[in-house]
């Protein structure tokens, strides 16, 4: 059964997420993207890529059944702002996604709500926190500590 997917962010990123969510079910069909989630009024009802803009994060609130959500906002002090606003909704999940490119072994430990790009290579004995986002192409060597909510860029 497929799991109920919302991207918070209908920005660049999140639309890049979108995709990603999209290589993933085409390797394993995991996720059902409902649409995305922003909190711009300016946004809600546009079309990205094939995805409503359903709302502002007070639709999570409304749901009750378990769903599960990523936050695909770049800026980390807004990414940690939303997530501590959604934080104590108990039906909301937050997804762990990776892209079916990465090369990783299996020595690295990725918090929840963590997003790895296409082209990344994760080595080994990695750390990586919570809603972290590590973008395309990047290299994480051994022993890397990440802490929560940091954007990795190549």
């Known amino acids: 059964m497929m799991k109920e997917l919302y991207i918070i962010g209908s920005g660049g990123f999140g639309r890049e997420v979108a995709w990603l969510v999209e290589r993933v079910n085409q390797v394993n069909p995991l996720w059902n993207l409902v649409g995305f989630i922003d909190d711009n009024p300016n946004t809600w009802g ?15 609130s409304s749901l009750n059944r378990e769903v599960w959500v990523v936050c695909a906002v770049g800026a980390a002090k807004t990414r940690k702002m939303i997530i501590d606003k959604i934080n104590n909704l108990h039906h909301v999940k937050f997804a762990t996604l990776v892209d079916p490119s990465v090369i990783s072994s299996d ?21 990586i926190g919570k809603h972290v986002i590590v973008n395309l192409d990047c290299t994480l060597g051994h022993d890397d500590i990440i802490e929560d909510y940091v954007t990795v860029y190549p």
């Open 46 to 60: 546009l079309e990205c890529n094939g995805y409503k803009v359903l709302g502002g994060t007070e639709i999570l």
């Open 107 to 127: 020595r690295v430990k990725l918090g929840e709500g963590t997003i790895i790009c296409a082209g990344t290579i994760l080595t080994v004995n990695i750390q």
